[in-house]
Every structure is written in C-alpha cells, then in structure tokens.
C-alpha cells in the first residue's frame, strides 16, 4: 500500500513519508485527486457473485479531507450517503486492511442501478460541488468499470 501512496502523491507532485504524515496534504492535492478520477470514475459497476456491486474505492481512500459521499441511484437525488472511514493522518491514503466490503462498496440485485450520481465534500474545499453521473460498462463480464455520463456544479 506504501507504493499506491506515494505513486498517488507523486503523480500530482507532493510526497511525503508516512512517518512524516503529521498533517494532511493540502486540500489541493485532494482536488487534483478528485479531477483526475472523474473520467475513469469515482466509482465503479461490477456483476459479481450474482449481485450488482458498486464500488467507491477511488472516493474512500481520500477519506482524509473527505466529509460527506452523497449518491443516488439512477436519480440525481442525492438522497443516500456512503459512510467516509476514519482517517489515520500518518497513511492519509490508505486504508485498514481489517475494513470490510461494506466499507467500500453497496451490494444491489443485479440489473438495479441503470446510473449513479454521486457528489464529494472535501473538508477546507470552498468550490461548488460536482455531481458525477456514471453508467456501468457494456460487455465487460465481471471487471469494474464505470462511464461518465455527465458533470454538474451545484451552487
């Protein structure tokens, strides 16, 4: 997990240690974490298991400067939240080995979410908030995937 952290910070140009990890990386590293998920998705579609997982990995590991995870499935609702775990500030990307599936994904009957809107807060982060909205991959079996459907600002 060390080496997904700091390829994570390398890649917008801030590194730091873990035993160094007093504070958090600033807010901004988060935003530019963010921008650069939104094509390929802050969440994922996956069949499996006879289920419809909907994995929100790439969103749980900035749980640091996270606040709030709102989604809503094939709505822009936002009427649902997806709980942001407890942040270590000497790993500010990594998550407990111990966590549970259910600490990053939900489970749905297979064929129920057609879309998901989803919506971050980062702690420290004045701009307005987007709404994503992706759809699962076509043909992709059990690999997961998702498609950017569409980019709003919510004032």
């Not at 921008?35 to 499996?48: C, D, L, P, S, Y």
């Amino acid at each position: 997990m060390k080496n997904r952290f700091m390829g994570a910070a390398f890649a917008v140009g801030f590194v730091m240690l873990p035993a160094q990890a007093q504070e958090l990386p600033p807010v901004e590293i988060y935003q530019q974490m963010l921008e650069m998920n939104k094509q390929v998705g802050w969440v994922a579609f996956r069949n499996f298991d006879g289920k419809q997982w909907i994995y929100f990995t790439p969103l749980v590991t900035l749980h640091c400067r996270l606040s709030e995870i709102r989604y809503s499935i094939n709505s822009n609702d936002l009427d649902q939240t997806f709980p942001v775990p407890a942040c270590n500030k000497a790993l500010p990307f990594s998550l407990p080995s111990d966590m549970g599936v259910d600490t990053i994904a939900i489970a749905l009957p297979l064929g129920t979410a057609e879309t998901i809107s989803v919506q971050v807060t980062l702690y420290g982060d004045k701009r307005d908030n987007q709404i994503m909205t992706y759809h699962p991959c076509k043909n992709v079996r059990d690999a997961s995937c998702a498609v950017l459907l569409e980019d709003s600002s919510v004032n």
